[in-house]
Every structure is written in C-alpha cells, then in structure tokens.
C-alpha cells in the first residue's frame, strides 16, 4: 500500500512541474503585455501633457491617495501610476516565483532579475520626472533627457523580458549564452541592440521637441530645425530620422550578415518578422513627421519600435544560444594517410 502511495505520489509530480511551468508562462506573457501598455500609456501621459495631473507629489496625487477631484489631466496621469503599480507588483510575483526555481532554470532568473532591476529603475525615473517638475510646461532640455533616458531603460525592460519568455518555454535555449567562439556574431548583434537604443534615445529628444514646440505646418517645421534661435530640443530632434534610416540600414546587412556565420533556423521567422516590422516603423514614422506628429501615430510609432526591440533581443538570445556549424569531417582516405 505504501509503494502505490509512493508511486502515485512521483506520478504526480511532472504534472505538477508541468503546471507550475504552464502557469509561469502565462505569467510572463501578461507581465510583457502589461509592460507595453504602460510605455504606449506613459507616451499618451506626454503627448496630451497630462504629467502634471498630479502636480509634484509623488506617490501621492495632488497630496491624496485617491484624487477625488481634478481634471482629465489628473484622471489620466492617475490611471498611468495605477496601471504602472499593477505592472511592478506583476513584475515582483513574477520574481518571487523563478526565485524558487533559480537553479533548476538559471536562463530564466538572470533575465528576470535583469528584467526585475529594469522595472525598478522604472519606477524611480517615473517618480523622479514628478519631484523634479520635469512634467506640464517644462521646456528645459532636461526634461528632455529625463524622457529619452526613461525610454531607454524601457527598452531594456522589454529586451529582458524577451529573454525571460525565451527561458519560461517548455524548450528554453541552451545556458549559458556563448560568447566565446562565436567569431563577429556578437559584435554584430551588439552594435544592432545599440543602434536601436540611441535611435529610441533620439526619438525622446524629437517627441518632446514635437510635443512643446508643434508646428503649423510641416516647412515651418523643417525650418525650425535648421534655425541657429530654435529651442536645442528642436534643433535635435532631426537627428531622429537620420539615425532611424542608418540603424535601419544596419539591421539589413547585419542580419544577412549573422545568418551567414550562424544560419540558425530558429531565428529565420524572428529576423523576417523584425525587417518587415522596422520598414513598417520606419513608414509611420515618415506619415508622423508629415502630418506633424499626431498622438495616434506617435503612439504607433513607440509601439512599433517595442516589438522591433523585443524581436532583436529575441533574435540575439536565439542565435547566441544556438549550436554552431560542425566541422566537416574529413574524407577517409584523408585520416588513413595523417596516420
């Protein structure tokens, strides 16, 4: 009777494991999901200059827990904190959970912790855009880099999530990553996940000049940005599309380039998907400038440049993790006469 309690008692537990794993995937892919709302959402909180609503205090909202009074500025500034709470006590379950299992999966609590340490930075850069009053009518090129910098750490949040749900899947990559022996495929790759950090970087400096100095019509504009007198987040914001065409060149020829050293086919739909995401990016983009930045499409345009983002981590992780070419063998006669 003992050994049948036994017995059943070990049958059950692969199922168990094989919950607990299901159920942290699903955990994972909400904390992606909740991640990407509350970038596009924080981008909304710009555009309609409603980081304000809540004037200087922080985590208090006009020096209230709950602001029963305001205006739509505050109601949409208070949703975004809400929404940006649900997305770190998200971030910090999820945590707790592949703690538990550090050493069974050690790919998947790196890029937890990694994504974990993200989302706190998150959080003191949020608070800190609101104590230092780099909200509302603020026009200083601080604020400006406040933005980009916020935008940057973003990316690099949803770039270890990308691990993280690579990890989380019932067939993870291969761990550790190899960096060793990989020839120039990590320096290609590299240079790409910058690339597109300093593009989202850029794209901080042009949403806030565009935000804070809209134009009447697009030559206005363009003439602005070449004005000696122009405010420095105008005057920078040009370096958005340039870098945007080169970094969209790059990817092109790198991703060619790192299929050639390591034609891995996992890889294959993840690098398609990103070329034709990023020349979709890179349309919006030109629609954006063209209409004069309108909330809808700058919305689109940060939320194409997420999945771009989240699909060249991916695409990293993936090549990075998997196997080489093996050495052709020599022919026989070969080995007979090396004897």
Known sequence: MTELVSDTALAARPDDAARRAESTLRLVVATIAAN????????????????????????????????????????????????SLGVLVLGLWLFRRVWRRRREQPGLFVFTAAATAFLLVEALLGALT????????????????????????????????????LYALPRPPAWPLRLRGQG????????GLVGMLFLMFSGGIAAMGNTMFPSATLAEGIAADFDRASHPLIRLRILHPIIGITVGVYLFLSLGTAWWIKPAPQGRGLAQALLVIYLVQLAVGTLNLALLAP?????????????AFFLLATLTVVLLAAPGRRPARAPAHAAVERA
């Open 36 to 83: 990407a709302l509350v970038i596009v959402q924080g981008a909304f909180v710009r555009a309609t200059g409603s980081g304000a609503g809540c004037g200087r205090h922080w985590p208090l909202c006009n020096g209230e827990i709950v602001p029963l009074s305001g205006n739509v500025h505050t109601a949409i500034e208070f949703t975004h904190r809400l929404l």
């Open 130 to 165: 609101v104590l230092w009053g780099l909200t509302g009518d603020n026009q200083s090129v601080a604020r400006g880099l406040m933005v980009s910098t916020h935008l940057v750490n973003s990316l690099l949040l949803v770039g270890a999530l990308a691990g993280v749900l």
């Open 184 to 191: 120039p495929l990590g320096t290609v790759l590299a240079i």
């Open 295 to 307: 909330v809808v499409l700058q919305l689109l345009h940060l939320g194409l440049a997420v999945v």
